[in-house]
């Protein structure tokens, strides 16, 4: 990685075109439009050629981190790596030129990558329907909700307004909870990490939609007493809704279906190793049980009957609409490969390698940093902090100086139980060499903790820019190019 | 047998377990109670090799037509520049993770950092963030948005003439978030202002959102709307192609307070419907109210210049339900994709597109009209897309359509119907279109003659 300190718009020259299309053959044809309808103002998009165009994006990439070029510990983000053949597949031409409005009959490849694609997540999670309509996770945990509250309403019950959330979840869900017009109370941890089933219980009455739940949760530990917890959310007549973000543990050992849940959603850009893209796109299919399928949202495809013919249905149960058309459809096709590649035998390793790969590095670590839940963990560990270290050196520090070592530094300051929290994921495409390399970065920077914080402190020393000004960022907010004369 | 993506060996795996002190890989979900383990067969294909993929998609493809493209709605087949699908392909940005660890992320907050540039040059607006899912769902934001911008108001009006997927997506967003919605019906194929402007003096709206070319394809006249928004304390928010922007008038020269919309037209693959690009702009004062990430320009520790995203107490992981929105993956890569087609394009080719795609759109619209089939629906000046009444009935004439491989003739209700045309369609296609249509007359005369259809059809008349 190196440093490249240009913007598009440096590079741009009166009257360079980057383009090529064809001249104005309609120039005959006089413009009709209204001179109070037309644009006024000029427009100062950059004029580039096409080799500095690219040349200009190829030098930016350069100064980014990718799964391509390094190991991601990020926790709660599975960051494995991107089949290629993925890649290959969901550019056929086949698929690209195809208008979402056109007539089903014209899409059949399409609407079959859907459908055997919801049949194959809901044989893995032992859910009954699934759509895939819904582009992130958070869109997904938002559909979720969303069918939630209609259940209840279309039952009559229309008091059930508040959604349990554990203090331990990811912030999209309280967020997708204030959207949906749920109320989030949060539920406390026990020391174990686990949900308090003390404070849980007492919570659980006829206002209660249900609750959301990672498991594993954000600890990367298992919710031992899940049955109790289903038994206990139904029997108050709310439903529990599972947050996959930490599928990648259980993805062939264990079903959240078979774990009492009705609703669910899937990051297919973690669990089933879409690309990350920089932030998205991503997709977020949501789950549910026999009961809730009527409410999944529109359009929903399914295979008629008898015909082998797939056919786009708009069921008038449903939630409603929450897309445009049928969700991130490049990215479902993405997800699809990857199951073939997989297939029904090799889909029963990927969680146990994946909890392999982290309770490795969790025992290999747990000398030089703090452990405070020390028991078995599942894809994820999360430590607090440095065991030791001269000064003050923060878990910041350590993040930073991993950077310096050629890793991407891990997630730090969640889950918000500790105050130095880094959580570490390694997924089940680390070779241990890899995973060996970064437990040795990790020790060599506990050294440092000890004879030269400064070098923390001050740290990364090597990436293409050093720590930003993030005050300066937030007070004098900069954010568009302002053209100097 | 090993996988491609398993790196492990025997011995690796027997090191890793003795290590975590576990004595086996089922050991390792002790934890999990015996009767949630999964011990069937999961109902999946067996493993494939590359080989069988190609052959499955080459095969799943095939049962695709391939058509040519006389349709809009909310998705436009405009041209694609190789660069820019290449540029989205390297792996560095591919395969990248969210830019939050500023110092190895510089690649993806620069093109953010200009992304939002273009998008805000585009609007008119000042100010841009990192993108939305799609058009629909951001009007959804938007309109959140002027709630929580306008902080007690209770309504929301949305025009009927915006495509029908965007009233959809934001009547769920409102209905589940507590927000009253009245969609106000258009009037002569355009936005019902003097209706608008009434609903407006019970001073409960927080926002208005209308379209600046609507589902007809007409580009509507917004003249005096942002004074009477403004004047009952909402905000104005512009449905936009932002493609068209650079030829038609902006959300901000119109006055709007947030511009929201549907950047596939900015050269993204129609690709059945996604991915695509969602992009929500606004004006300096409510930037603190957006949703989603944002990227700033600050410097590093030795003073060069950097890029972070910023303003982050807006957002979910800070503010969890407290947050402007629960959005957190967005559509980067897409956004990427649009910034480097913004930058080939430049001024002069994004106005090259909308000359091309406007000539070949007005060229269908009079030869249609020239064979006395269709009458005009509004007679209202358009773009690209434009809606006639239809004599022939719309199934017979979509179907004749079809046979010579064109989509379009888009149903808009009773006998209207739609049509798109962009730089990407040939004059020939053109032709083939009206061809269509006077086969379609013809074979329906023929089903007269040969009594299978009444004497008294209307096609008659």
């Known amino acids: 990685m190196k440093y490249y300190d240009k913007l598009i718009f440096g590079l741009s020259k009166e009257r360079r075109i980057g383009f090529s299309l064809p ?14 309808l037309k644009r006024s103002s000029p427009l100062d998009l950059p004029q580039v050629s096409e080799p500095d165009a690219v040349r200009h994006y190829v030098n930016l990439s350069d100064m980014n981190f990718s799964v391509d070029t390094g190991f991601y510990p990020l926790g709660s983000c599975t960051m494995k790596y991107n089949p290629r053949i993925s890649e290959e597949v969901a550019s056929f031409s086949g698929f690209s030129g195809i208008h979402p409005l056109q007539p089903a009959e014209s899409m059949q490849g399409v609407l079959r990558i859907y459908s055997e694609l919801s049949d194959w997540l809901c044989a893995l999670t032992g859910m009954s329907a699934f759509t895939l309509n819904p582009f992130a996770g958070a869109h997904g945990e938002l559909t979720g909700l969303m069918i939630m509250r209609k259940y209840h309403l279309s039952g009559g019950d229309t008091g ?3 959604i349990i959330v554990p203090d331990s979840a990811h912030g999209t869900n309280p967020a997708s909870a204030a959207v949906c017009g749920l109320e989030v109370v949060q539920v406390k941890s026990t020391g174990e990490g686990l949900i308090d089933m003390e404070s849980l219980l007492p919570l659980l009455d006829e206002t209660v939609a249900g609750i959301m739940m ?49 609703i669910m959603h899937l990051n297919l850009h973690k669990t089933f190793s879409t690309p990350h893209g920089g932030g998205g796109p991503g997709a977020g299919p949501v789950g549910v049980t026999e009961n809730l399928k009527h409410l999944l949202p529109m359009p929903a495809i399914r295979k008629r009957d008898g015909t082998g013919e797939y056919e786009i249905a708009m069921p008038e149960s449903s939630v409603g609409r929450i897309s445009g058309f049928m969700g991130n459809f490049g990215m479902l096709m993405k997800a699809y490969t990857y199951i073939l590649m997989l297939g029904k035998r090799n889909v029963r390793k990927v969680g146990p390698y994946a909890v392999l790969a982290a309770n490795y590095v969790k025992e290999s670590l747990k000398d030089r940093y703090r452990l405070p839940i020390p028991s078995l963990c599942k894809h994820e560990t999360v430590f607090d ?44 495409t680390e070779s241990k060499e890899t995973l060996d390399a970064f437990i040795d970065a990790m020790k060599k920077i506990a050294d440092e903790a000890l004879t030269d914080p400064d070098l923390l402190k001050e740290a990364p020393h090597n990436t293409p820019v050093r720590r930003p000004d993030e005050t300066l960022a937030a007070t004098h907010p900069v954010l568009v190019y302002q053209h100097k004369p | 047998m090993g996988f491609a993506y398993f790196p492990h060996t025997d011995e690796d795996i027997r090191a890793m377990l003795d290590k975590a002190g576990a004595v086996s890989l089922d050991s390792l ?14 109902d999946i294909p067996d493993a494939m090799t590359e080989m069988e993929i190609r052959r499955r998609f080459a095969d799943l493809s095939s049962k695709n037509r391939k058509l040519k493209i006389f349709c809009g709605a909310g998705a436009y087949d405009h041209y694609s520049p190789a660069a820019a699908l290449s540029m989205i392909s390297r792996p560095e940005f591919l395969t990248s993770y969210t830019p939050y660890q500023a110092e190895v992320s510089q690649g993806t907050l ?4 200009e992304f939002q540039t273009m998008m805000s040059m585009l609007t008119g607006m000042d100010c841009s963030n990192a993108s939305m899912y799609d058009g629909p769902t951001s009007a959804a934001e938007a309109m959140l948005m002027a709630m929580s911008c306008t902080r007690k108001k209770k309504r929301i009006l949305l025009s009927g003439t915006l495509l029908p997927q965007v009233l959809q997506v934001v009547e769920t967003y409102m209905g589940f978030h507590g927000v009253g919605l009245d969609v106000i019906p258009g009037k002569d194929g355009e936005s019902d202002l003097a209706s608008i402007c009434r609903e407006l003096r019970s001073e409960d709206v927080a926002g208005v959102l209308v379209p600046g070319i609507n589902r007809y394809g007409i580009i509507e006249d917004l003249s005096g709307l942002a004074d009477a928004v403004h004047d009952a304390k909402a905000l104005l928010a512009v449905y936009s192609d932002p493609s068209s922007l650079a030829v038609i008038r902006t959300p901000g020269e119109w006055g709007a307070d947030l511009a929201c919309g549907e950047a596939q037209s900015l050269g993204i693959p129609l690709n059945a419907g996604g991915p695509y690009l969602g992009f929500l702009c606004c004006r300096q004062e409510f930037v603190r109210k957006l949703p989603g990430r944002i990227a700033g320009e600050t410097v590093d520790a030795d003073g060069k210049k950097a890029y972070v995203l910023t303003l ?31 930058s080939l394009m430049g001024p002069q080719g994004l106005r090259r597109v909308n000359d091309l795609s406007y000539g070949g759109a007005h060229s269908l619209h009079s030869r249609l009209l020239e064979t006395g089939l269709f009458t005009d629906a509004f007679g209202k000046p358009f773009l690209k897309e434009f809606t006639l009444r239809s004599r022939l009935p719309v199934d017979r004439l979509q179907k004749s359509l079809l046979d010579k491989g064109i989509f379009g003739a888009l149903s808009c209700g009773e006998d209207l119907v739609s049509f798109c045309v962009t730089e990407n369609r040939t004059e020939e296609e053109i032709e083939q279109v009206v061809d269509a249509a006077l086969f379609c007359h013809l074979d329906i005369c023929r089903d007269i003659v040969n009594d299978k259809l009444s004497p008294d059809h209307e096609i008659l008349r």
């Open chain 1, 23 to 36: 001249e104005n053959s309609w120039k005959d044809r006089a413009d009709g439009i209204p001179a109070n």
């Open chain 1, 160 to 162: 059930r307004t508040r």
């Open chain 1, 214 to 262: 990672t498991n594993p949760n954000t600890l990367g530990l298992f919710e031992k007493d899940i049955h109790r917890i289903e038994a206990a959310v139904h029997a108050a007549g709310g439903l529990m809704y599972y947050d996959g973000a930490n599928m990648n543990a259980l993805l062939g050992k264990v079903r959240p279906a078979d774990m009492g849940f009705d």
């Open chain 1, 385 to 428: 902090g440095l065991a030791a270290c001269s000064g003050d050196v923060t878990t910041l520090d350590v993040a930073k100086r991993l950077l310096d070592y050629g890793f991407h530094a891990p997630t730090i300051y969640f889950p918000l139980l500790f105050h130095q929290s880094i959580m570490i994921e390694p997924t089940e």
């Open chain 2, 29 to 42: 979900y002790s934890d999990v109670p015996e009767d949630v383990l999964f011990k069937g067969e999961f």
């Open chain 2, 110 to 113: 620069r093109y953010i950092f």
């Open chain 2, 312 to 342: 982050q107490a807006r957002e979910q992981h800070i503010r969890r339900e407290k947050a402007t929105s629960n959005i957190c993956s967005n559509q980067s890569l897409m956004a990427l994709y649009v910034t480097v087609y913004l």
